[in-house]
């Protein structure tokens, strides 16, 4: 069963959001995200939160319609960090997140980390409105569309990187924030491979649903 977490972001298009929708899914509303649902009239099954800004409004109405409200005060973890942590003490471990930009870049880079530091135990996608944004710690090959723009950075570091299938090959390079990057490459093949010892990359992958 896959889930999909809603943060207080901007939120892709509805066409995107059904396809992560379909087949069996429980939605989570991370406290404020529940009035983006309420906005496109879907029913979160959990809302989870210290509840600062989801608002009474939306929680009668999310209460009435049979959400499960769980409020966690603590001040340690975000709302996003606290649905993740509920996610794997339910052992929901195939995650979608929408609206993890687009409006603070605080929230957004802040976000990337608790992505990085939750993908060791989850299989976690970012999705906006073009690329769903992921990390990988190993080698891996993705299907793709030929001369579409893919990304990717280390987060923080990957080391002796070779790959298939772009424009722009890496030989052996490494990669590290705030050093070099591998962003606006172009595909050459349906396939990309990524071969590198050891680290992570932030990966951007088109998911070609607009």
Known sequence: MRTLIFLNGEIPNRKIVEHYKKGRTIII?????????????????????DLDSA???????????????IKIDEQETTDFEKSLIYCKANNLLETYV?????LRIDHTV??????????????????????????????TSINYRKNELFSFVGMPKAFNIHTKGLKYKLK???LKFGIREG??????????????????LLIFKKHFLN
């Open 29 to 49: 509303a991370a406290d404020g995200g529940c009035k983006k649902l309420k906005s496109i009239n879907i029913i979160p099954n959990v809302i989870i939160g």
């Open 55 to 69: 608002g009474d409004s939306a929680l009668r109405y999310f209460r009435s319609k049979g959400s499960k409200i």
């Open 98 to 102: 929408f609206g993890f930009s687009g």
């Open 110 to 139: 802040n976000n990337l980390s608790i992505l990085k530091r939750h993908t060791e135990y989850m299989n976690i996608k970012m999705i906006d409105n073009e690329f769903e944004v992921f990390i990988i710690n190993k080698s």
């Open 172 to 174: 052996g390079e490494n």
């Open 183 to 200: 962003t606006l490459n172009l595909s050459t093949s349906k396939v990309i491979t990524l071969n590198f010892d050891k680290g992570d």
